[in-house]
């Protein structure tokens, strides 16, 4: 039982380049979240979802896209990236909306 | 968006000795939650609480719910290296159709040596 596992662990980007992000999770969770984390700023949720074919937008949507085509993986796109998304990001799933369970992160800079 | 108020932001604390840590907000909620990330890693659920007034252990770690249910208290006790971290709050609020939790801005615990 993997839990949550994200793709990649590490990625660098120069500006204006695009990447996904990839989440999955074993546990046949329902929802999806996925969250930035800045120092100082905790954490801030970007997207999530409710179910497989939904998404929805959380506190700092600009600049993400997200797809859910499957129950088990959840995606986040950058379409043109920005120096501004250099961030640490996290992808957590959960059963019934409340108690979160984290994956490992994704360290991304962009430059 | 909205966030919790969580104290103290930083705390430094010799081995051995008890932590306590708080989180308010202006908001009512059903649910309690409390993380620990560690150092590149991901947060890690520690407590999850569900009735204010509720006080629930982890070994030597327990959280509780404030009867107003706008605020939390997790206690860490004989602290020991491994402690070291950053402890987050989450609260979900009692909203219908609610699917999302407010997190604290966390508590960075340092032991001394």
């Known amino acids: 039982n993997a839990g949550v596992t994200q793709t990649p662990k590490f990625r660098v980007l120069k500006t204006g380049q695009s990447m996904t992000l990839l989440c999955a999770q074993d546990?046949?969770?329902?929802?999806m979240y996925w969250y930035r984390q800045d120092p100082g700023m905790g954490l801030r949720l970007i997207h999530y979802?409710?179910?497989?074919?939904?998404?929805a937008k959380g506190e700092v949507p600009d600049g993400y896209n997200v797809s859910r085509l499957k129950k088990q993986n959840f995606l986040l796109g950058l379409e043109s990236a920005a120096p501004s998304q250099t961030s640490v990001y996290f992808c957590?799933?959960?059963?019934?909306?409340?108690?979160?369970?984290f994956g490992p992160g994704t360290r991304l800079t962009v430059l | 968006g909205q966030q919790l108020n969580q104290s103290p932001q930083s705390m430094f604390i010799q081995e051995g000795e008890d932590v306590s840590m708080n989180c308010t907000s202006s908001?009512?909620?059903?649910?309690w939650l409390w993380y620990k990330q560690d150092p590149g890693e991901g947060p890690v659920l520690l407590i999850a609480?569900?009735?204010?007034?509720e006080l629930t252990s982890n070994g030597r770690l327990t959280a509780q719910f404030g009867i107003t249910r706008k605020d939390s208290f997790l206690n860490i006790s004989a602290s020991i290296p491994s402690d070291v971290g950053i402890y987050f709050c989450?609260?979900?609020?009692?909203?219908?159709?609610?699917?999302?939790?407010?997190f604290g801005t966390g508590t960075r615990l340092t032991i001394i040596p």
């Open positions: 957590a799933s959960s059963y019934l909306a409340n108690e979160q369970f």
């Open positions: 546990m046949n969770h329902e929802y």
């Open positions: 979802s409710v179910g497989e074919g939904t998404t």
């Open positions: 908001s009512i909620f059903n649910t």
């Open positions: 609480l569900y009735k204010a007034g």
């Open positions: 989450a609260g979900q609020t009692p909203n219908f159709g609610n699917e999302k939790l407010t």
